[in-house]
């Protein structure tokens, strides 16, 4: 497809090639889109499991620390203290374990989103790119109204 066609007077003409590098709503965009949010959603997923297990570790050892002061008859209301901050890294690494669930599902169903719009668009895309003939551009075709 050449990138030397005339411009056609009031027309969007930078998103009239199908697969153009500036078009929002082109196959390409979409796919690059979705593939972009599945590697946000990984690299989410990632933190929140580093961010659980230091959360975790904080809340054992906040618990140890809590035990060894009151063996050391600490004044009471510091060793609440201290179990409190236990339970609340507790509540942290809970949460960073709701979102690892949460940024998964979004990494499964972008996923999918992205193999079911290549499997039904990529021949038409190769079959419009491939005619050598300038496409109208996305949603020209687009029916509305009844029949």
Do not use: W
């Not at 990494?107 to 496409?135: C, I, K, L, M, W």
């Amino acid at each position: 497809m050449s990138d030397n066609l005339p411009a056609i007077p009031g027309m969007n003409n930078g998103v009239a090639r199908t697969g153009s590098a500036s078009s929002g709503n082109g196959f390409l965009a979409l796919a690059g889109r979705t593939a972009k949010l599945a590697a946000s959603a990984l690299f989410l997923k990632e933190g929140m499991h580093l961010l659980r297990s230091h959360m975790q570790a904080n809340a054992n050892a906040a618990l140890r620390l809590s035990e060894m002061c009151g063996q050391a008859e600490v004044e009471p209301r510091f060793t609440s203290m201290i179990e409190d901050t236990s339970a609340a890294l507790t509540g942290v690494a809970e949460a960073s374990g709701e979102m690892v669930n949460a940024a998964d599902a979004v990494d499964t169903d972008a996923r999918g989103f992205n193999n079911a719009h290549e499997s039904e668009y990529r021949p038409g895309y190769e079959a419009s790119n491939g005619s050598g003939v300038r496409q109208a551009k996305p949603g020209f075709y687009r029916r509305t109204g009844r029949r």
